[in-house]
């Protein structure tokens, strides 16, 4: 459908007035023309404006619905929006109705509202709903004024915000900051549950791609996100588990088995049990955490509160968690389905490490071993009080998350130096630069632009790494540059140990012939649709093992979606069209959030510094190095967030979810 006329960052458009053609630079039109297939929209709006599609829609009615939502989510902290939305809506409605007239009076009222709403209000709910009504009233009031029969068939639209875009679980960031606001720590926690129980665990060790998204990071710096988080579920006084009162295992529904207890498995069953669905979740190791618990170092995340936020959830639930069973061996996916489970999801991750590529990686060379098993084998040794410890120097090839990780779990266990070799700069590093700054501060040294080339055995032991030193051709600062090999710079690191933190892989092996599940992506993770449906009917697969390794908000993230199709699949019902899903994809493919607006004004306040573990005293030991938020430092933390929520709404032409493929 060809657009008709509209509004967007401060310029009108009309296709129906020569002088208006021109569509503005910063309109990614194509990608807002259709949402659930060839479902054309009618009309979209956002905190940039407004796009008429179909010309025979109303434009106070859509102006009118959007004001609805507004004054629905207007939080009431500020006059301005709370008393504007209501009054702006009241109008609107008024003249959407069947008399549909307003005097000039009102119309001046509620401009002078709108104005008023954008220049004071505290948050981007006031700030930017106006801006749409503004631009209709200054360029296109006869289109505002006229009403007319047409109404489309339906409508979706969203409150959302940067930070929350950037969460691969859409968790409703700003409101939880809200709460720590108040001191209500409880109703912070709440939030995040709605989304997943490991509200600690992930306010540890979160990748926090939600901070790379907020808007504040253009003033002082970016809200310490995580660090809210992790103050919501620490400063309650219990573990999370305490808050969910033991119940029974529901037993009028089909039951469901989720094979593997990490990230992605916990969540699937905790949405389906709370749903009302009994679920088993059936574990190879002798606890729950998955990667999170054999992958991530007691120093960074306390193995207590992994366990009250993923096993003991899920039995006050009323669900199972047997452990020190394991696919592909104990059991199949065949044995499931004769025990009478309706549905399988499978979340056993990417749980093998990947070497080097040195004609040793299939032997037995002492002192030569991948990341995941050096991770794998300390904690093993830490949660039964008997660490590890090593002689001489260790080199960890690769510089990813994994790689810190290994590095600093190294200083902690080793008697000699710690090395880590990368063949790029550290700028175009992919690990966290607050792991890599601590990495720095615990001692451990870095070779940049170095490539390995062989190991250096003795014996059968490794005595050290050759190396050779790179240089960039092309731009230093992409990661498609080519690394060519600078002649003679070859140089040999002495050490005891070679840690290949380099990637990691699903270990395919435990699928066996008869369970008839494709893998994809040379054979590196299970092949799974939209829906997360496998190859074989009624098994699901979400996280690592889906998608490739990735972190543990995305693993939760796809169990919370897995939950939700299998709920559709055991109710016999069509998978439902995600219309929350298909306004992300908006924003991102049409730049929604990529605007250029400055950030209004505010009291200038520097991010809070996290108090931490002094580096001397964590080499011997795996104490929790980040200490986390007090009280005061929280509230101010959480005075931070500007609440950049926006609004947006699309309607469309035919009922959403009839036209999708």
Same mark, same amino acid.
């Given at each position: ?74 939080? !009431? ?78 409508? @979706? ?13 859409? $968790? ?6 809200? @709460? ?89 069953? @905790? ?47 009323? %669900? ?101 070799? @990368? ?104 092949? $799974? ?29 796809? !169990? ?30 049409? %730049? ?70």
């Amino acid at each position: 459908m060809k657009t008709c006329y509209g509004f967007w960052d401060g310029e009108p458009f009309d296709l129906r007035n020569a002088s208006l053609e021109e569509l503005p630079a910063t309109l990614n039109i194509e990608e807002l023309e259709f949402f659930d297939g060839s479902n054309p929209v009618d009309a979209f709006v956002s905190h940039r404006g407004f796009i008429i599609f179909n010309p025979e829609v109303s434009l106070i009615k859509v102006l009118r619905d959007y004001w609805e939502k507004a004054s629905e989510n207007s939080c !009431g902290k500020c006059t301005p929006c709370r008393n504007g939305t209501a009054l702006v809506y009241d109008l609107l409605k008024k003249a959407s109705g069947d008399k549909h007239s307003l005097s000039e009076k009102d119309w001046k009222l509620i401009e002078e509202v709108c104005t008023l709403m954008v220049e004071s209000s505290f948050c981007g709910v006031g700030q930017t709903v106006p801006v749409s009504l503004i631009g209709a009233l200054k360029f296109f009031p006869e289109d505002l004024k006229k009403n007319v029969a047409y109404t489309s068939a339906d409508q @979706y639209s969203v409150v959302t915000a940067p930070c929350i875009e950037a969460c691969p679980a859409k $968790v409703n960031i700003p409101r939880y900051i809200d @709460y720590i606001k108040e001191s209500r720590s409880d109703l912070a926690t709440g939030v995040l549950l709605r989304n997943y129980p490991l509200v600690g665990s992930c306010g540890r060790v979160c990748v926090h791609f939600c901070e790379s998204a907020c808007r504040r990071r253009k003033l002082e710096g970016p809200v310490d996100i995580k660090n809210l988080k992790r103050y919501a579920a620490d400063s309650l006084g219990e573990s999370v588990d305490h808050l969910f009162k033991p119940r029974r295992s529901p037993q009028n529904k089909p039951k469901v088995a989720v094979i593997g207890a990490g990230g992605a498995g916990i969540t699937c069953a @905790y949405h389906l049990l709370l749903a009302g669905y009994p679920v088993d979740i059936i574990e190879s190791k002798d606890r729950a955490g998955g990667m999170a618990l054999t992958g991530i170092p007691q120093y960074r995340l306390p193995k207590d509160l992994l366990s009250s936020e993923t096993s003991k959830v899920i039995e006050n639930l009323g %669900g199972r968690v047997l452990f020190e069973r394991e696919f592909g061996k104990d059991f199949s996916i065949d044995d499931l389905f004769s025990d009478g489970y309706k549905a399988i999801f499978l979340g056993v991750g990417c749980a093998k490490g990947t070497k080097l590529g040195f004609p040793e990686d299939e032997g037995k060379i002492v002192g030569y071993t991948d990341g995941i098993d050096f991770l794998r084998q300390v904690e093993k040794s830490v949660s039964k009080e008997r660490p590890l410890h090593y002689e001489g120097d260790t080199v960890i090839v690769g510089c990813g998350n994994v790689a810190m990780d290994c590095c600093r779990t190294a200083v902690r266990i080793s008697s000699g130096k710690v090395s880590v070799v @990368y063949r790029r700069t550290e700028q175009l590093s992919p690990a966290d630069p607050v792991e890599l700054h601590e990495a720095h501060q615990e001692g451990v040294s870095f070779h940049w632009l170095t490539a390995q080339k062989q190991l250096v055995i003795e014996n059968g032991k490794v005595t050290g790494l050759l190396c050779c030193k790179l240089k960039v051709e092309g731009d230093p600062n992409s990661r498609k540059s080519k690394l060519t090999e600078i002649e003679g710079s070859e140089f040999v690191i002495p050490c005891s140990r070679v840690i290949a933190a380099i990637g990691q892989k699903l270990e395919k092996e435990l699928f066996v012939g008869a369970d008839k599940l494709e893998l994809g992506k040379r054979d590196s993770i299970i092949a $799974v649709n939209e829906n997360l449906e496998t190859s074989r009917k009624g098994v699901f697969a979400g996280g690592d093992c889906a998608v490739g390794p990735r972190s543990l908000i995305e693993a939760m993230a796809q !169990g919370e979606k897995a939950a939700q199709r299998i709920q559709e699949y055991l109710e016999g019902e069509k998978f439902s069209f995600d219309k929350r899903q298909r306004v992300s994809d908006m924003i991102k493919s049409a %730049g929604l959030f990529d605007d250029a607006a400055e950030c209004k004004p505010v009291i200038s306040t520097s991010r809070t510094v996290i108090p931490e573990l002094e580096p001397l005293n964590r080499t011997d030991n795996f104490e929790e190095v980040e200490l986390g938020l007090t009280d005061d430092q929280a509230k101010e933390e959480a005075e931070r967030c500007m609440r950049c929520y926006r609004v947006l709404l699309v309607e469309t032409a035919n009922p959403i979810g009839k036209t999708a493929k």
